[in-house]
């Protein structure tokens, strides 16, 4: 292994290369911006098709969407480590330790990156979809982390596998993300226990459903808001 600076790191690339097919034009340039992939139409009345792979914050996404999501459809594709493997190495790239992490990702992991984007996820050029993967997690010995990780640096991040992939474009795809199990009448806190995440991640999810009107505010419990479902949507 070589330790170095990388223009593009093995995540993206990898899930680039997956999501690839003949005929795709990489790194193009639309309106002045860069696209991942520009996935031409056989349709001459229907726009090419951008694919953006974004590892990293959605919110970085917004200037882009703002000059291309009126002309052509857009696909925004951020994965979410379903399984993760640890690696750990040395400055040289040493490989030191290798340890499965015990947390599990899910497509409620999604939430925390839209919240910088509800007003637009009901676009009719928006598709969001969240890829379940299992990657290695690159810790580099370089003194230069997070405390939290004792000062190890997230070196890079690399594909394994494409578990699964779940495309959300419609209010009726994230109203199937509420389980039948959550009662009619919900706060964050029953949300959080029935969809096994913490509260605060309940709490964003239930923002970006609210902005799309798939849930709505029906009361309150002491200091909670009470949600349903919106009847346009049961």
């Known amino acids: 292994m070589t330790i170095g600076t990388m223009a593009e790191k093995s995540l993206h690339a ?3 290369m997956h999501y690839a097919r003949p005929g795709d034009r990489l790194e193009c340039t ?3 911006s860069v696209i991942d ?31 291309l999501l009126d002309r052509c459809p857009i696909r925004i594709v951020h994965p979410i480590p379903y399984e993760r493997t640890i690696v750990r190495v040395d400055a040289d790239g040493a490989i030191l330790s290798r340890r499965k992490s015990p947390k599990r990702g899910t497509i409620y992991h999604l939430f925390p990156e839209l919240v910088s984007l ?7 050029h928006l598709t969001v979809e969240a890829a379940l993967i299992r990657e290695e997690e690159i810790l580099l010995d370089d003194g230069q ?26 209010a009726a795809d994230f109203a199937a993300l509420l389980p039948d ?8 806190l029953m949300l959080a226990e029935t969809i096994h ?21 029906t009361g309150k419990q002491g200091r909670a808001l009470l949600y349903a ?3 346009s949507i049961r």
């Open 14 to 16: 990898a899930l680039k």
């Open 30 to 32: 639309l309106a002045g």
């Open 37 to 67: 992939i520009l996935r031409p139409s056989n349709d001459p009345d229907v726009p090419d098709e951008c694919i953006e792979i974004q590892t990293r914050s959605l919110g970085a996404l917004k200037p882009k969407l703002a000059k």
């Open 118 to 124: 509800p007003h637009l996820l009901l676009h009719p």
């Open 145 to 170: 982390g997070s405390w939290r990780r004792k000062h190890w640096s997230i070196y890079d991040r690399r594909l394994v596998e494409v578990v699964q992939t779940i495309r959300l474009t419609s």
């Open 181 to 188: 199990s959550l009662p009619p009448i919900f706060d964050t």
């Open 197 to 217: 995440q913490p509260r605060r991640l309940a709490q964003k999810m239930v923002y970006c459903l609210r902005e799309i009107g798939v849930v709505e505010i």
């Open 229 to 231: 479902r919106s009847a």
